[in-house]
């Protein structure tokens, strides 16, 4: 039995709004762990885990730059997302097409 720990996919990153917080700030600007940090009410031991989650699912990637690490978002692995979201996309606009004819047919 292999005991590596498993490391954790994009929708596992996704799945927590904190992550995605650091990604959306991530999307503005390279930032190190403290600027991450100063952002949220957690420690800056926790945001190192998130940043270890995120570099996991390979959404981000870090560089040194001096005696800090830069962390970079890396929008490549959402594209899986972007695909598995668009095939149930049309049973949200088959609905919407439906509700949109009963509420103009309604007499």
């Avoid at 996919?9 to 990604?23: E, F, G, H, N, S």
């Avoid at 095939?87 to 509700?99: C, D, G, I, P, T």
């Amino acid at each position: 039995m292999d005991n590596t720990a498993k490391k954790h996919d994009v929708y596992q990153a996704i799945a927590d709004p904190t992550r995605r917080k650091v990604m959306e700030l991530l999307a503005k600007q390279d930032l190190a762990i403290t600027d991450i940090a100063e952002q949220f009410p957690i420690s800056r031991t926790a945001i190192v885990k998130h940043l270890h989650i995120l570099s996991e699912a390979k959404l981000v990637t870090s560089k040194k730059a001096g005696r800090e690490k830069l962390y970079t978002l890396s929008s490549e692995p959402l594209a899986d997302v972007k695909e598995w979201i668009s095939y149930y996309e049309r049973f949200w606009e088959n609905k919407l097409s439906m509700l949109k004819h009963l509420v103009e047919n309604e007499d």
